[in-house]
């Protein structure tokens, strides 16, 4: 399947990995529209919204959670925002979460200083 999501998890494409399980994989916006934008994306494929399992939802949420505390500590984030496209609105046809740090002030920090601080200890 030409999924570039996919190829992330299959080790095919580099990605800056912030949190991984047996089902669910979160790493760095290549793109990012402020410091530590993440995607969190489910390891199976899955289309959308309207396609997931409310288990893997869960699943998802959870790892939601867990990077929220994270970029609370590491990051000093003020706010996150949670983006989940479909349809014409969805670039990359694999179902993602976007989190979206909120800061009060703005923050300059190189992708791998974002990194150092959001990945697994
Ligand atoms: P969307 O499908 O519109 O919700 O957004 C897709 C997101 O995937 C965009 O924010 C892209 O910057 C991001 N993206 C696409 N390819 C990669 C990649 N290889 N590594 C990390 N992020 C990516």
Same mark, same amino acid.
């Given at each position: 399947m030409d999924c570039v999501f996919c190829k992330i998890i299959a080790g095919e494409i580099p990605c800056y990995k912030v949190y991984e399980n047996d089902d669910v994989l979160a790493f760095l916006d290549i793109n990012p529209i402020s410091p530590g934008h993440t995607l969190i994306i489910p390891k199976k494929h899955t289309l959308d919204i309207s396609s997931v %399992? /409310?288990?893997?939802? =869960?699943?998802? +949420? %959870? $790892? $939601? *959670?867990?990077? *929220? =505390? *994270? +970029?609370?500590?590491? @990051?000093?984030?003020d706010g996150l925002t @949670?983006?989940? /496209? /479909?349809? %014409?609105?969805?670039? $990359?046809?694999?179902?993602h979460f976007h989190l979206k740090p909120y800061y009060k002030d703005e923050k300059e920090l190189s992708v791998e200083e974002i990194y150092n601080l959001l990945k697994e200890d």
């Open positions: %399992d /409310n288990e893997t939802i =869960t699943k998802i +949420m %959870d $790892v $939601v *959670r867990i990077l *929220r =505390t *994270r +970029m609370e500590n590491k @990051l000093n984030i @949670l983006i989940q /496209n /479909n349809g %014409d609105a969805q670039e $990359v046809k694999h179902l």
